[in-house]
């Protein structure tokens, strides 16, 4: 009744020897950065440094976002009934679905969408997103990563796309994000900025990041947020207080220059 | 019945401007690295460069070993039933304990018991170290850090400990790890090599992490390898196959140079 | 900031009170079984004692199926590593969802479907059930609750049947989930006997639970199996041993009459 | 490298075949409640039908206790992101531990504790229950199961053990519970009411349930009461909303008799 032998194609463990995709992990060490090694583990091949500079800019990006995200206020309420740090988080990460952190899953959709219409009908990027941007509106459904409930122009954004230009990363899909706001300005009347779950799905479809790993990039960015929420909170905090999130007050360090 | 207004020291979220620990986050953003963010949040101060490399080194040590670790057992098990990403790691994560993982923070108990006691009594390294080795003989509890089911000769240590030298992070509780070493050697008479866990608990210590986070650093590093699996599962396999975790073989890239 | 006051119909806590869709809770004790305080919850009215008997003999149908099913090897893996149970659980019940569980909410759709399409059209039993089964067919699509990877003739199915039609509660879900079969046996050529999972989602259906709360009875109904087996492991087996699920031996109790 | 055979005493499972602790399945359902085959499944035997009737009790007195509880928080916090309802259940779940439902561990400590020095030390119930608290006291820790933040006279503590003694289960735990409730008036001058946690322990002792597993039956009890709430939040509210867990109104039923 057992299930048989079967594959993997990420790591061989052996006595004195682990080989990630190919590469002594021994090796990988000092040699490449973490966000580097993420990429080889998800995609198979090395990334250019490069590559990995603007997957360092883009976990720093998600790293936190306060109290008030669903995923923080799950952990850090679990993490004051007296649970270990990793139910915390997992309870912090089963709050990352479509509505919290999906959105660069579903801005991913969007952008491969008018951009394979482009290349396929060979039309312009104008054209393609305009097109796109009126099936959705048509559909009545939302084109995500426009717009956001507090920032009007994300400086993540700016310095993400700023970031992707400078590294040569830079190309069709960020070109498709910009187009598409355009297109959402001209159909709608409304000129929504790119936010940072779209100008993170612009990058992740340049580096050719399958969409449905959208969110794996984000709760990997997000762990050493909520780790800090829910030491904070069990070593700052009684268990079990009320906790209201709405009425939390920053009191760290001065805004100060690297 | 409100809970009341509180604090965190965090982040501040104001509309345009997100601030950590009193640094805009989009200056930290290409600026400095992921891991030296990661140390930023969790330390409220910003980390020097080397800390960072050497929190890069940690984070690609631990980032996968394979199937077998219950944390993977448990991802994969659970993205077999059809499971989201989230759900499959969350999981995963829930299975990083006492047992698992848990090996880094009671190696930096004993780093610290150790180092206190030769700050404190003023004995040499060797006396500290046989004198906590001696307490925990009797007391019947075990030391962790010290061999491993499958490396004799991890590899993963010997790079770690000199990358730290290079780095020049290297200091009191890497030469306690090897005393202590030493001194099982001498009173158990049993020559158990420094494992992973062991090396990074000194390394940690040396950065000056509270061993409540050591468990953080683990599930950080280790969850993009759980994507991996869960991915490569999803995509390769059908849903709610038979898994026998022992019986699997690498058909990844053969081993390669960077 | 705050979100505003907002309601719920479940349950009102005041001093020395509490009332659960309008019934004090110390009254419902010791006067109506648990399965009919969850049928209240859940549908909001009380049920008869004849609903509250099939829900006890549903939720009894489904508390355990051994240690091969992926919510036990996840509880169990997870258990293992020195979780709490609490943690445990959690990972078991994430590994409930479409593949392991979720047959009855899609048996459930179907029969509702069938019996939808009968009084809609006015047609027969056998005419609705067949349209829908080629229907399906035609999609490509499976039809849920019929056959079993283990058992032929499950006695819980015939059981189950049996204890509605004693309790007065057999309708046109319950036949129609027999006109499938029939359905099926004509159009595919195969007879496929009524699994746990379809006989349970008849029984629903005639309860008139949503469909969408189907996976709520069966996580009800498995978390004592789980706990069972998460006490076994851990007062039974040293933590972090190798786990083949497929090479277990039941030691327990000979077969016994009640 | 396989893990070998291993045992089970839960659950044979053969082709048409279920066999729970020696029982077989199909003859459990329609004959034994629900709460009678948890008891078996944890116990190993089949308990009487009144011990069946008091755990039958104890799951409806906990079922539920509105929005604010953190299990329920976090499970509606996490249902509110668009999670599927097994996801949000298991974040409740990760909620519950030492500060919230944990008590009726530490309660039942207590009172076995006190049991054991009587019948060891031959001494009475007064004068046991006045050392155990006294010990307690000198150690600053504190005793649980006495008191509570809203219920000065709970009702389910008073029903509960009404119940035992017209079941036939009261005994000496449930005596030892009230003679400690006695103690703590007359060592700390307080006259705390024995609340819901305190009651359920002194009835699992009587039970001979294992402390350790005190815990799983507050979750199974809250289990359908996270589930209805989930329900209410994804049916009633738009995903993403800001919840103000104590700004809620009771809009349901107005009280009523069964």
């Not at 079967?6 to 682990?18: G, H, M, Q, R």
């Not at 099936?135 to 993540?156: A, F, S, V």
């Not at 936010?195 to 969110?215: F, M, Q």
């Not at 997000?222 to 700052?236: F, K, N």
């Given at each position: 009744?057992?299930g048989?032998s079967?594959?993997?194609?990420?790591?061989?463990?052996?006595?004195?020897?682990?080989?990630?995709?190919?590469?002594?992990?021994?090796?990988?060490?000092?040699?490449?950065?973490?966000?580097?090694?993420?990429?080889?583990?998800?995609?198979?091949?090395?990334?250019?440094?490069?590559?990995?500079?603007?997957?360092?800019?883009?976990?720093?990006?998600?790293?936190?976002?306060?109290?008030?995200?669903?995923?923080?206020?799950?952990?850090?309420?679990?993490?004051?009934?007296?649970?270990?740090?990793?139910?915390?988080?997992?309870?912090g990460?089963?709050?990352?679905?479509?509505?919290?952190?999906?959105?660069?899953?579903?801005?991913?959709?969007?952008?491969?969408?008018?951009?394979?219409?482009?290349?396929?009908?060979?039309?312009?990027?104008?054209?393609?997103?305009?097109?796109?941007?009126?099936?959705?509106?048509?559909?009545?459904?939302?084109?995500m990563?426009?717009?956001?409930?507090?920032?009007?122009?994300?400086?993540?954004?700016?310095?993400?796309?700023?970031?992707?230009r400078?590294?040569?990363?830079?190309?069709?899909?960020i070109?498709?994000?910009?187009?598409?706001?355009?297109?959402l300005?001209?159909?709608?009347?409304?000129?929504?900025?790119?936010?940072?779950?779209?100008?993170?799905a612009?990058?992740?479809?340049?580096?050719n990041?399958?969409?449905?790993?959208?969110?794996?990039?984000?709760?990997?960015a997000?762990i050493?947020?909520?780790?800090?929420?829910?030491?904070?909170?069990?070593?700052?905090y009684?268990?079990?207080?009320?906790?209201?999130?709405?009425?939390?007050?920053?009191?760290?360090?001065?805004?100060?220059?690297i």
């Amino acid at each position: 009744m057992s299930g048989g032998s079967w594959k993997t194609a990420i790591t061989k463990v052996e006595p004195n020897k682990l080989v990630v995709r190919g590469y002594r992990l021994d090796q990988l060490m000092g040699n490449l950065s973490f966000p580097q090694v993420i990429y080889l583990l998800i995609k198979g091949e090395l990334p250019t440094r490069n590559v990995g500079k603007i997957l360092d800019a883009i976990l720093v990006s998600s790293i936190d976002h306060g109290v008030t995200p669903p995923s923080c206020q799950a952990a850090v309420t679990v993490a004051s009934t007296g649970a270990p740090l990793n139910a915390a988080l997992a309870a912090g990460i089963l709050a990352i679905n479509e509505f919290h952190g999906g959105a660069i899953e579903k801005s991913m959709q969007v952008l491969e969408e008018a951009v394979d219409l482009m290349d396929r009908e060979r039309v312009s990027l104008q054209e393609a997103a305009e097109r796109v941007v009126r099936d959705y509106l048509e559909q009545n459904q939302k084109i995500m990563g426009y717009g956001h409930r507090i920032h009007t122009n994300d400086p993540r954004t700016v310095r993400l796309f700023n970031l992707a230009r400078e590294y040569g990363i830079s190309g069709k899909y960020i070109e498709m994000s910009e187009a598409i706001r355009g297109a959402l300005k001209k159909l709608r009347g409304k000129d929504l900025p790119i936010n940072v779950d779209g100008a993170i799905a612009a990058v992740l479809c340049e580096l050719n990041i399958p969409s449905e790993l959208a969110n794996a990039f984000f709760i990997i960015a997000r762990i050493p947020g909520l780790v800090a929420h829910i030491y904070e909170e069990i070593t700052r905090y009684q268990p079990m207080r009320r906790i209201d999130f709405s009425a939390v007050e920053y009191d760290g360090p001065e805004e100060r220059e690297i």
